[in-house]
């Protein structure tokens, strides 16, 4: 993990960031190579880009897309992903580069909140439910194959029944491999602080209504992995010494029972079996 990015300037009703963490801010290009290089001749494989917006990314003349694809002319690192993003923060160059560069895994962690315009609005995020599935549509085109996680509030206050079902309908039109949701929680200092809040009989109820749909589709894309070759890096062993631990190209844990495996080896793995949360294969 690599921070590159802090702070935010999106000011979302429900968040505090911009209040504790202050304005954007990026790290120099030059500074994360080197520090990129000197894990890389430690073993790292993997690079996981972070930043509270993290593809809002610009030094000098260095974008997002620009430091992945330096990046990328490291040898020993094998792979590249980044997190968290803001939905208004991606251009063409960088939604192409999932198309282009091998390095730069096909899952994007790509946070919506709600399906509902009007609670869009209130939130203060500036983008409509039509540009999230917009934006969507086009990393799909530069990238089939392509997976989407996403962060979802439940009951921010001014929600109804009808924004909440909006938000049902966009989680089944997109089909998330992998989602966090939580019941909107008042955070001190934070625009939305004094709204009057939601019954939570109410949040508890739309709340399972919803996680059990998420829940539903990430079962559904792990038991899509059955029967497939993945590519996994492994990790370590588990606890117990039986079996070894790695992620494959979606961020999905992979287990397998091997002895010829070690860590930082990036293996092809036959799926064999799956649950909500993992995959279980062999080495082929």
Do not use: W
């Not at 894990?39 to 690079?47: F, M, P, Q, S």
């Not at 620009?66 to 063409?92: A, C, V, Y």
């Amino acid at each position: 993990f690599v921070t590159i990015q802090e702070g935010c300037d999106k000011f979302c009703k429900f968040c505090v960031v911009p209040y504790t963490r202050g304005p954007e801010y990026s790290r120099e290009h030059k500074k994360i190579i080197d520090e990129i290089n000197l894990l890389a001749d430690n073993g790292t494989r993997e690079i996981i880009l972070l930043g509270q917006n993290v593809s809002a990314y610009q030094d000098e003349q260095v974008s997002l897309a620009k430091m992945i694809k330096k990046i990328s002319k490291i040898e020993l690192i094998k792979r590249i992903r980044f997190t968290t993003s803001h939905p208004n923060d991606f251009d063409d160059e960088l939604i192409s580069l999932f198309g282009e560069e091998e390095k730069l895994m096909p899952q994007l962690h790509l946070p919506v909140q709600s399906g509902s315009d009007k609670i869009l609005k209130l939130m203060n995020r500036n983008h409509t439910r039509e540009d999230y599935l917009k934006l969507i549509e086009k990393f799909r085109k530069a990238k089939p194959d392509i997976q989407f996680s996403s962060d979802f509030i439940v009951g921010f206050p001014g929600e109804e029944e009808e924004d909440h079902q909006d938000t049902i309908d966009l989680i089944k039109e997109v089909k998330f491999s992998l989602s966090y949701s939580f019941i909107y929680s008042q955070r001190p200092g934070t625009p939305a602080t004094n709204l009057e809040l939601l019954s939570t009989e109410v949040c508890q109820k739309r709340l399972e209504e919803l996680q059990g749909l998420l829940f539903k589709q990430q079962v559904e894309f792990n038991n899509s992995q059955v029967s497939k070759n993945n590519l996994v890096l492994f990790e370590n062993k588990t606890k117990d010494g039986n079996q070894f631990f790695g992620r494959n190209q979606y961020m999905t844990p992979v287990f397998v029972k091997d002895e010829s495996v070690s860590s930082g080896e990036i293996r092809k793995t036959l799926i064999q079996d799956s649950n909500r949360n993992n995959l279980f294969g062999n080495i082929i």
